[in-house]
């Protein structure tokens, strides 16, 4: 079965950094997207960013686009998020997910078929 672990949130202050990982294990599919959604408080859970595994393509939410970035290290079947120029509305619990298929732009998070359990990330102003 797919599992994803979530690991590397914290406190930090605005302006600072954080990297969060997400280890994957029990893909047997050859076709797939790893994506990062968050849900802050009171919020909807929204999407973040995504990466086609196989190409290595990537896609960012607006609101990160500049600040963010996802990539992914196939040996080690980890997907990682850099996270610069924190902001306190970037505090949420950070979540990974795997969906079927290679269309890693898919905001809605019903197409997305695997979840990890989150990770904290609050910024402080």
């Known amino acids: 079965q797919v599992q994803l672990v979530e690991s590397g949130g914290g406190l930090v202050q605005a302006g600072g950094s954080l990297r969060l990982s997400c280890a994957a294990s029990g893909i047997t599919f050859s076709n797939y997207a790893v994506g990062w959604f968050r849900q802050g408080p009171g919020k909807e859970r929204e999407f973040v960013a995504g990466i086609a595994w196989s190409g290595g393509s990537t896609y960012y939410a607006d609101s990160v686009e500049g600040r963010f970035t996802i990539s992914r290290d196939r040996a080690k079947n980890t997907v990682y998020l850099q996270m610069n120029s924190l902001k306190a509305e970037d505090t949420a619990v950070y979540y990974c997910?795997?969906?079927?298929?290679?269309?890693?732009?898919?905001?809605?998070?019903?197409?997305?078929?695997?979840w990890g359990q989150g990770t904290q990330v609050t910024v402080s102003s």
């Open positions: 997910a795997v969906r079927l298929g290679t269309d890693y732009r898919e905001k809605r998070r019903q197409f997305w078929n695997y």
